[in-house]
């Protein structure tokens, strides 16, 4: 079964401060990667993808992807209280064009 | 407005009782799935349809039925409710990348 691995969290950053997602996957030929962001009662909505390794910035997020290591990131900067939501971790697993595998995301709370 | 919608958005029903929720997107996207969102188990897929009359298996399949009669409708059906599929249900719909579009979500309690 492949699996994509999250802490569940909470992770409690103050405002103004980095948060540091991380998410791991257990197939070695995943290729693309996505995050998504949730707020409680509603649905998910992209934030951002990456597929080759290294750093991918976008405003004041930035993915990372290590695929020797098999771990992708999402830094959040400059954290604000409306970014409290649970992050999740999607991957596209080798041999699976038509499917996404979630991770069960990690909670984010950012304080004043 | 590009969207998905699903109707209803809250059910609560009883064991056994046939149910349909319906999904339609206007994007004219050809790929649309539906996935349930349990607490600790993320988002796990159902079903999927890569076209019209073209459907498929996801990883938790068993319950539950889908038609894909037409490109922008893609309902989901539970011939028979039981309580292990209380459940947040989203439908989402992508066109030729990966990146999903998600609908609202519908809150389904079996009783």
């Known amino acids: 079964q492949k699996e994509v691995e999250q802490n569940s969290g909470p992770l409690s950053v103050p405002e103004g401060a980095i948060a540091s997602l991380n998410c791991t996957y257990s197939d070695r030929g995943s290729q693309s990667f996505f995050w998504y962001r949730q707020y409680s009662g509603k649905s998910p909505e992209l934030i951002m993808f990456i597929y080759s390794n290294g750093d991918k910035e976008d405003g004041r997020f930035t993915a990372q992807l290590n695929k020797a290591s098999q771990y992708v990131s999402l830094l959040i900067r400059d954290s604000q209280p409306s970014d409290s939501a649970t992050y999740l971790c999607a991957v596209n697993p080798s041999g699976g064009y038509n499917k996404l595998i979630f991770g069960a995301g990690t909670r984010l709370a950012v304080h004043p | 407005e590009a969207q998905v919608t699903q109707n209803p958005r809250y059910l609560i029903t009883v064991t056994g009782k046939k149910l349909t929720v319906t999904c339609s997107q206007n994007?004219?996207?050809?790929?649309m799935s539906w996935y349930r969102q349990d607490p600790g188990l993320g988002l796990r897929q159902i079903y999927y349809s890569m076209n019209v009359e073209v459907t498929d298996k996801g990883d938790v399949p068993e319950g539950y039925k889908v038609s894909r009669k037409e490109k922008r409708n893609f309902p989901l059906i539970l011939e028979s409710p039981s309580p292990n599929q209380t459940s947040l249900y989203f439908c989402?719909?992508?066109?030729?990348?990966?990146?999903?579009?998600f609908g609202p979500g519908t809150r389904l309690t079996v009783t």
């Open positions: 989402a719909s992508r066109d030729r990348g990966l990146q999903l579009d």
């Open positions: 994007m004219n996207h050809e790929y």
